[in-house]
């Protein structure tokens, strides 16, 4: 099935199941059934079933669905059987700490550069990762072929690092940046909110009573 043809709300679901897949995976399990992923994921049997159905694989009765085959088919989706090349700016505390996370590899996203505008801190290393002038950006960009880029500055700053990010060719951008930002059509951008989630635990727990 063609990954457009695919409810949003379930391509929302989709990356869970792959993180779950491939611990699970690292863990050496060869099957798991929709009950095991519901209960490991807070959803129902008949959900994740029901959003597996959209993927070219089916389920074994008493057994479920075999882990190498249905990391395989959630990569395809999802575009995660290509290595990603991303390259993050902003070589703040959250800069930094992306890119001495060892996870990324493992999933198929190399970080490439970190990107900063102190002088004081490009030419550093951070785990693997060297901090660039934000200023060479489109020569980065160019000769490794980049194209996810990871916005990690203060607010203020957010749409003018979009911006860059876009002139050089990006065409995906993950906004760490606590402010909306404007791109053209045919820019993906994904915002990553810390604090609105944390305002829906806050909210959760007040109407707990």
């Known amino acids: 099935m063609e990954?457009?043809?695919?409810?949003?709300?379930?391509?929302?679901?989709?990356?869970?199941?792959?993180?779950?897949?491939?611990?699970?995976r690292e863990d050496g399990v060869a099957w798991a059934s929709s009950q095991?992923?519901?209960?490991?994921?807070g959803l129902t049997p008949s959900t994740v079933r029901q959003d597996l159905s959209h993927i070219d694989l089916r389920g074994i009765s008493k057994k479920g669905y075999?882990?190498?085959?249905?990391?395989?088919?959630?990569r395809l989706v999802l575009g995660a059987d290509i290595r990603h090349r991303v390259v993050i700016v902003g070589?703040?505390?959250?800069?930094?700490?992306?890119?001495?996370?060892?996870?990324?590899?493992q999933r198929g996203f190399e970080i490439c550069c970190?990107?900063?505008?102190d002088p004081s801190v490009v030419g550093r290393k951070f785990g693997?990762?060297?901090?660039?002038?934000?200023?060479?950006?489109?020569?980065?960009?160019?000769?490794?072929?980049?194209?996810?880029?990871?916005?990690?500055?203060?607010?203020?700053?957010?749409?003018?690092?979009?911006?860059?990010?876009v002139a050089v060719g990006i065409r995906a951008i993950l906004?760490?940046?606590?402010?909306?930002i404007q791109v053209p059509e045919g820019v993906h951008v994904v915002d990553a909110r810390i604090m609105e989630s944390l305002q829906e635990l806050a909210f959760a727990l007040r109407n707990d009573g």
């Open 3 to 24: 990954a457009s043809s695919i409810p949003q709300p379930v391509i929302h679901r989709l990356p869970k199941y792959l993180v779950h897949i491939q611990e699970l």
């Open 36 to 41: 095991d992923i519901a209960d490991a994921l």
């Open 66 to 74: 075999e882990t190498s085959q249905l990391e395989a088919e959630l």
């Open 91 to 105: 070589a703040g505390h959250l800069g930094r700490s992306l890119a001495m996370h060892g996870a990324f590899p």
């Open 114 to 117: 970190l990107f900063d505008k």
């Open 128 to 165: 693997t990762v060297d901090v660039m002038s934000i200023d060479s950006m489109g020569e980065v960009a160019r000769d490794k072929k980049i194209d996810i880029g990871l916005i990690a500055v203060p607010s203020h700053a957010a749409q003018e690092v979009a911006d860059a990010l």
């Open 175 to 180: 906004n760490l940046a606590y402010k909306h």
